[in-house]
């Protein structure tokens, strides 16, 4: 078996355990690996509530059951975003009580119609501000291939968890790589999708000037493909719905990008997951044609002068609205600061920047049909190494380019980005990589990637909690 939401909602359909049992499973998992961190919040009568409705509905109407793709397994959401009705999303902050509860947000109810039952939060930085998931509040979440490292930021729980085989499948936002880094971390893979694609509505509360995507961090690409099938379209959304791209059966150039440049290197063995991509998919008859730093340093630049502007302003905007952010932490105070100050002209200046971005991949796609590139610059960093105990934006952000120097260019140009494992380290990492597209073009990067996963150059770790084996 692959070990992923897709066996796991197969080995349910056809008898082998009930939603119930694999719920059980999952909590029981769940509480093996607490010290991991991977979750925030847990309710575990909502759990089995959900699960023993699907368990019924397997029973009395057989056809409902079977419409749904995920029918039964169990899942979390990320505590930022969503919301998810009886879930209390806290973004990871003090200025936060879990309480109550939002109604569904259309995703969130996507999410329960494809039959997921859902039964926590995952552990998220504060108002995911980090690469890392280490909230004040905590839990500091902990990578499951090596404790001692980073699962990487924003949805770090959720890529934790997924990774662990608490769960097969979690929910994920991305407004800076926060779905693709901890996929990286992880071994996971991870899509942010084409701008508009996924519904936000119906308060656009994680819209973030359109940086801000949702879907989530899966086992495999079968499973990135089904969820990404089932949550799309119909986003009724500030954009129009992306119209969706058939895969390219024939020959397709592919740029390849392996070097980012002095000020932001990637580490060899990174580098060289790209170029061995990049020969794999030669041997299938694309043409690879090299691409410089040069040709993004500008655009690189700008996406992360335009992120830190928009996260800037949004988290002041959100403070002012009513919140007492002397009981946030030092970094997330110092980002509200710096959003206060930011000017309207220099605010435009950064958008008008954002919608160059866009026109200069759209050049480069005109040469290409996608871009094969690094995700990360270096394996996962250790716990630590993206503190917010400071008041330093600068020095944040740069930390989080130096890691992910590629990782903001697909929230600030629109474009669909993928990353999944393609081999390990001398430790045992994955080593991830990276392809962007052109826009609705999903199905290419879904289909290059299934063909690199198919090389088997990675093995999760850990089991799906309830696979039969």
Not at 211 to 217: C, G, K, R
Not at 334 to 347: D, E, M, P, W
Request: hydrophobic share 45%; aromatic share 6%; glycine share 10%.
């Amino acid at each position: 078996m692959r070990g992923d939401a897709t066996d796991l909602a197969a080995a349910i359909r056809r008898g082998s355990l009930s939603a119930a049992e694999a719920m059980q499973a999952s909590l029981a998992a769940a509480a093996r690996q607490e010290p991991l961190g991977a979750i925030a919040y847990l309710d575990a009568a909502m759990g089995l509530a959900s699960a023993d409705d699907r368990d019924r509905e397997r029973q009395g109407d057989a056809d409902r059951f079977a419409a749904r793709p995920f029918a039964g397994v169990p899942t979390l959401a990320k505590d930022l975003g969503g919301p998810f009705a009886g879930l209390p999303v806290t973004a990871g902050s003090r200025l936060f009580e879990r309480k109550g509860g939002e109604a569904d947000s259309d995703l969130a109810a996507r999410f329960r119609d494809a039959g997921f039952c859902l039964f926590g939060l995952t552990t998220s930085p504060e108002f995911g501000l980090s690469l890392a998931s280490e909230p004040a509040i905590g839990p500091i979440c902990r990578n499951p291939l090596d404790p001692a490292r980073t699962a990487g930021g924003s949805s770090g729980g959720a890529a934790a968890a997924v990774a662990a085989g608490i769960v097969a499948i979690a929910h994920a936002t991305d407004a800076g790589g926060s779905i693709r880094v901890p996929a990286a971390c992880c071994g996971l893979v991870g899509m942010k999708p084409t701008r508009g694609a996924i519904p936000g509505g119906p308060s656009f509360g994680n819209h973030l000037a359109g940086i801000a995507s949702e879907l989530a961090v899966c086992r495999s690409v079968r499973d990135t493909a089904l969820i990404f099938d089932r949550l799309a379209g119909k986003s009724r959304g500030p954009f129009p719905d992306p119209s969706p791209v058939d895969s390219d059966n024939g020959r397709l150039r592919i740029g390849l990008l392996a070097d980012t440049g002095s000020i932001y290197p990637t580490e060899s063995d990174r580098r060289a997951a790209v170029e061995d991509a990049a020969r794999a998919l030669e041997s299938d008859g694309h043409l690879i044609v090299p691409l410089s730093w040069a040709e993004f340093e500008w655009s690189v630049t700008s996406s992360g002068r335009a992120f830190a502007d928009i996260v800037s302003v949004n988290l002041a905007a959100l403070i002012e609205a009513a919140l007492d952010d002397s009981r946030a932490e030092p970094l997330t105070q110092a980002f509200a600061v710096r959003g206060r100050a930011i000017s309207a002209t220099s605010l435009w200046n950064s958008l008008n920047d954002a919608v160059l971005v866009s026109r200069n991949l759209w050049a480069l796609f005109d040469r290409v049909n996608c871009i094969l590139m690094p995700m990360l610059s270096s394996a996962p960093l250790v716990i630590g190494s993206f503190p917010s105990d400071h008041a330093d934006t600068d020095l944040h952000l740069e930390r989080m380019t130096a890691f992910a120097p590629l990782a903001c260019l697909a929230n600030i140009s629109g474009f669909p980005a993928l990353t999944l494992p393609f081999g390990q380290d001398e430790h045992a990492m994955p080593l991830p990589v990276q392809i962007m597209a052109p826009m609705g073009h999903e199905p290419r990067l879904l289909s290059l990637a299934a063909r690199l996963e198919a090389e088997g150059r990675w093995q999760h770790r850990f089991p799906v909690a309830g696979l039969p084996s």
